[in-house]
């Protein structure tokens, strides 16, 4: 018997097996069994879900000689001759090589005629939306009074080409992209009719990798057979012949950004670029991980959420105990914004390392939590040490000035009782709220305000402070539609009008030595960046 590929050897022949679309399939019983039969269907959806296979069956349901039923024989003439494409009555036409006005009007002369065999005279045009305009105003006519004898039944992946006057003259049904676990179990079936021994997690990964398509999952397991030359097939062949990752790397490359193990990263996306991988489908990749990490912390491994297997969701659970929900939110939005900035690049390379680094980069000594950081601000804002203790701290020959600078803040504190502080705000719960809003909206703004913090609040004015080598966060959260935005979640979090106003911190002689020493670490830590922009005479984007 001649090699047949599977998604020809398995397409679906009845009704009772099609995969993910019963809503179709209980809609066109129901038609047949009332004999509500319209006069031209439309079927929409994504590629290889079944849509002209849907076409075929429908024919044959027509046309059989039992018929019109919901169940086609099978085995009588007009039945055999549309599953082998030979039937004079049913015509499959390609809407993308037969799309010009004057297949059209062949097709509105032989519709006049009446069947050779069967009851209908039923046409399938196939991606329909390749039509040209003058194609479809040519068939207007033709599908609105067609013979009694004849059926039109169009496909389509893009459904809004479509005219709207055709619309209106079809009755359609949209099919939908088939669920994950109707691929595993006719990927199962698949695999015990042709003896092919599969890991567990192999189905998950063909299934994850095609998208809804089951068409697509079928030639995936298809070429599998023939890539393999083990006797089962392994994760590592779907990696292999596919591109994608494996789960274990997913799981390496987060231990080492949890680890704070910059090298670490580095040589693990070198050994993957090495093995062949797409960079672009890395960045994907772990992007997705970080997503089912969020899932997994929240919905504590609720196996519905995630579409993977029950050990690997407890691995995932087990390694988003390592961070803070806010953690895994900055990772991610991170990693979103080197996949946006690889947009705009000719390579994906090198957003996707600096961006591991950042991720993966020793901690800072400062606290990360922007609560905490918050605080801190707060602190140094609400004003100087008592007296005594300010001069335990100071030197002897600075403590007259110290005292003079008091007496001075003494005599503004006052005027600055009748402004409210940022503690009237309780700012510590809420930048931490306006961060988390503002990701909602526009996730690179989210990350360049994360990197500052508000120091006071004049009037209805806040004061947010970024240190120095911060200048191009300021530079973009200072354009008319940033800060508008900025205000915006600010005031429908602190429930009153509020602006803000960003500004720069000061390093000079007069700045304390461990806020000198943070600066000059965290300039140090960045400076690898800022030697690529001078390089390239380029701007953060």
């Not at 013979?147 to 809004?160: D, G, L, S």
């Amino acid at each position: 018997m001649p090699y047949q590929v599977f998604a020809l050897k398995w397409r679906p022949q009845s009704f009772d097996e099609l995969v993910g679309q019963s809503h179709v399939v209980n809609l066109l019983k129901n038609s047949i069994k009332k004999n509500r039969l319209p006069y031209a269907y439309l079927f929409s959806g994504p590629r290889g879900v079944g849509k002209t296979s849907t076409a075929r069956i429908l024919a044959k349901s027509l046309n059989c000689e039992n018929g019109p039923g919901v169940n086609p024989c099978q085995k009588c003439n007009p039945c055999r001759e549309i599953t082998r494409c030979r039937s004079l009555d049913v015509m499959e036409i390609d809407g993308a090589s037969n799309r010009g006005i004057d297949e059209i009007r062949t097709l509105r002369e032989n519709v006049k005629f009446c069947p050779s065999s069967g009851r209908f005279k039923i046409y399938i045009i196939d991606e329909v939306h390749m039509l040209t305009n003058e194609a479809f105003n040519a068939l207007l006519k033709t599908l609105e009074e067609p013979p009694e004898f004849v059926k039109f039944i169009f496909a389509t992946t893009q459904v809004n080409k479509i005219p709207p006057t055709i619309l209106s003259r079809c009755q359609r049904l949209d099919f939908r992209r088939v669920p994950l676990v109707d691929i595993i179990g006719q990927l199962k079936k698949i695999s015990a009719q042709e003896k092919i021994g599969l890991e567990e997690e192999v189905f998950f990964s063909i299934a994850r990798a095609c998208d809804g398509s089951l068409r697509d999952a079928e030639s995936i397991l298809d070429q599998l057979t023939s890539f393999s030359q083990k006797g089962k097939i392994a994760v590592s062949d779907v990696s292999s012949l596919l591109g994608v990752l494996e789960q274990q790397s997913l799981f390496e490359i987060t231990d080492t950004i949890i680890k704070k193990d910059a090298r670490g990263a580095l040589e693990l996306l070198n050994n993957m670029l090495s093995q062949g991988k797409d960079s672009g489908i890395i960045l994907s990749n772990i992007i997705e991980h970080f997503r089912n990490l969020i899932v997994a912390k929240v919905s504590l491994a609720d196996p519905n959420l995630i579409d993977l297997p029950p050990e690997t969701v407890k691995k995932l659970l087990s390694q988003s105990q390592h961070f803070t929900l806010e953690e895994i939110f900055a990772a991610f939005n991170v990693l979103v914004i080197a996949q946006e900035m690889s947009k705009k690049m000719d390579s994906s390379i090198i957003p996707l390392e600096i961006n591991l680094i950042k991720l993966a980069q020793a901690k800072r000594e400062s606290p990360p939590d922007a609560a905490e950081r918050t605080e801190a601000y707060q602190a140094k804002a609400a004003g100087p040490l008592p007296v005594e203790e300010k001069q335990k701290e100071a030197p002897p020959a600075r403590q007259e000035k110290a005292g003079a600078r008091q007496e001075s803040r003494e005599e503004e504190a006052p005027q600055e009782e009748e402004q409210p502080g940022l503690e009237e705000l309780n700012m510590a719960e809420v930048w931490p709220k306006v961060i988390d809003n503002l990701g909602k909206f526009k996730m690179s703004l989210a990350t360049f305000l994360s990197e500052g913090a508000p120091v006071k609040l004049e009037k209805d004015t806040l004061i947010i402070s970024f240190p120095n080598n911060c200048s191009l966060h300021k530079e973009t959260l200072e354009r008319k539609e940033s800060r508008l935005l900025i205000e915006k979640v600010f005031s429908e979090i602190v429930k009153k009008s509020l602006k803000v106003k960003f500004i720069l911190s000061q390093s000079g002689p007069n700045q304390d030595k461990p806020t000198r020493e943070k600066s000059e670490k965290k300039s140090s830590a960045d400076s690898f960046i800022h030697s690529a922009l001078n390089a390239f005479n380029a701007r953060l984007l």
